[in-house]
């Protein structure tokens, strides 16, 4: 079985300044997708990047990028100039190569970000 | 475009009523539907997966079940509610894939059930 580790339950930060969130995951498997995913109050789940395990690169998406250690099991999300808007729960979650199956995600249990104005 | 509606938004219930929680999905065919549900400050917990009609899978034993009456139609039950059972059920979709890339989940808006 996966899990999934959000390490700081909580993190604010001033708008403009950028600001990291912390993931880390164990699994005995080797091909697998990694996703941020974030809900702000409306409490709509909006993907915001994802990566794929047999890629060195790291993926990015305008303001956010990921620094994805495969061999430590790490997967940071970066936000840089942090909004307002950015406010909002955050979730690293994991996903098994599927072969045809429905393998659902296994989530963290989230950081909830402040960006202070 | 693909949308998925769930409803209701929110809901009150008691202890020992029963449960009904619809979710539909608009613009694809045969996708695989999910039913979450996040408790207050908890991650999001599979309950249970589609891969198509009348086909149900259950991650989680409880007294919750799961039905798919319609390629796009997955709906939550219960017979009698628990005050455990309060907390945020997400409805979501993903393209099934047989290949390498995997596309992720579509959550819907969510229902917030207070069993009371």
């Not at chain 1, 100039?81 to 950015?86: E, N």
């Given at each position: 079985a996966q899990t999934v580790t959000q390490s700081q339950p909580e993190m604010s930060v001033q708008e403009a300044e950028t600001v990291t969130l912390s993931c880390t995951y164990d699994t005995s498997e080797n091909n697998y997708y990694l996703f941020w995913y974030k809900q702000p109050p409306s409490r709509q789940m909006i993907l915001v990047i994802r990566q794929e395990a047999y890629k060195q690169q790291n993926a990015t998406e305008n303001r956010f990028s990921v620094n994805f250690q495969k061999a430590a099991k790490s997967f940071s999300l970066k936000i840089s100039?942090?909004?307002?808007?950015?406010t909002a729960m955050y979730f690293c979650a994991f996903m098994k190569r599927s072969g045809g199956g429905a393998d659902g995600l296994t989530f963290g249990k989230g950081t909830h970000l402040i960006i202070q104005p | 475009s693909q949308t998925i509606h769930q409803w209701p938004a929110t809901l009150v219930q008691p202890v020992g009523s029963p449960l009904s929680l619809e979710c539909t999905v608009e613009g694809t065919s045969n996708p695989n539907l999910y039913w979450y549900r996040q408790a207050a400050g908890r991650g999001l917990q599979l309950l249970f997966y589609s891969v198509g009609i009348g086909q149900i899978s259950s991650e989680v034993p409880q007294n919750l079940s799961a039905s798919r009456p319609q390629d796009r139609q997955f709906i939550l039950s219960s017979k009698k509610l628990l005050l455990s059972d309060s907390g945020f059920y997400l409805c979501a979709w993903s393209v099934p894939s047989k290949g390498y890339r995997n596309s992720p989940l579509h959550f819907g808006n969510g229902t917030r059930l207070t069993v009371t």
């Open positions: 100039d942090s909004q307002l808007g950015d | -």
